[in-house]
T-cell receptor, first 115, second 113 residues
Framework: DAGVIQSPRHEVTEMGQEVTLRCKPI?????LFWYRQTMMRGLELLIY????????DSGMPEDRFSAKMPNASFSTLKIQPSEPRDSAVYFC?????????????FGSGTRLTVV | SQKIEQNSEALNIQEGKTATLTCNYT??????LQWYRQDPGRGPVFLLL?????KEKRKERLKVTFDTTLKQSLFHITASQPADSATYLC????????????FGKGTKLSVKP
């Protein structure tokens, strides 16, 4: 298994531009999570899906952020318009069942820089 | 307010010694707690999960304890090696929706040869 696959690995964009981050979870995992990591705030949960349905989006910072999961093997996180304060590493993770002895499997992340 | 605190941002120890990392939480009643390892430029990697009715759990050189009265988990690495150098994160369920796993900011462990 290739694990959780995220693309791109790095993204540099100008303020005001639209940014789309992509994630392919592990096959068979029913849960998908989007996290953001910064030095200041650590790892923050943005949104998560169960069986492609958004369950909790209370961590999404603003209306500029949106996430979709059109099918079990693909999810996107979109920021429109982007701002410099959105610069962070964005992680996607997937899981069989939260609380199982397998934990969450994280991707390698997308490092986003907004200039 | 709810908080997860890991005892220090950094911990330096000598190879062969036991590393002990602390995770304290307030205003949570988690059913379980998890520990992850994160290397620079990589995503966190799951290590161990301990449930509220388990006092201790072991995996090779790792040992985790969970004291729901003290609201604390201790993470031990025995016979530490330079390869154990990484940031270690504790995480627990926030008590809201089932998937809402909240992370501490981590402790960066450096093991010197």
């Amino acid at each position: 298994d290739a694990g959780v696959i995220q693309s791109p690995r790095h993204e540099v964009t100008e303020m005001g531009q639209e940014v789309t981050l992509r994630c392919k979870p592990i096959s068979g995992h029913d849960y998908l999570f989007w996290y953001r990591q910064t030095m200041m705030r650590g790892l923050e949960l943005l949104i998560y899906f169960n069986n492609n349905v958004p369950i909790d989006d209370s961590g999404m910072p603003e209306d500029r952020f949106s996430a979709k999961m059109p099918n079990a093997s693909f999810s996107t996180l979109k920021i429109q318009p982007s701002e410099p304060r959105d610069s962070a590493v964005y992680f996607c993770a997937s899981s069989l069942v939260p609380g199982s002895n397998y934990g969450y499997t994280f991707g390698s992340g997308t490092r986003l820089t907004v200039v | 307010s709810q908080k997860i605190e890991q005892n220090s941002e950094a911990l330096n120890i000598q190879e062969g010694k036991t590393a002990t990392l602390t995770c304290n939480y307030t205003n949570y009643s988690p059913a379980y707690l998890q520990w992850y390892r994160q290397d620079p430029g990589r995503g966190p990697v799951f290590l161990l999960l301990i449930r509220e009715n388990e006092k201790e759990k072991r995996k090779e050189r790792l040992k985790v304890t969970f004291d729901t009265t003290l609201k604390q988990s201790l993470f031990h690495i025995t016979a530490s090696q330079p390869a154990d150098s990484a940031t270690y994160l504790c995480a627990l369920m926030s008590g809201g929706s089932q998937g809402n796993l909240i992370f501490g900011k981590g402790t960066k462990l450096s093991v010197k040869p």
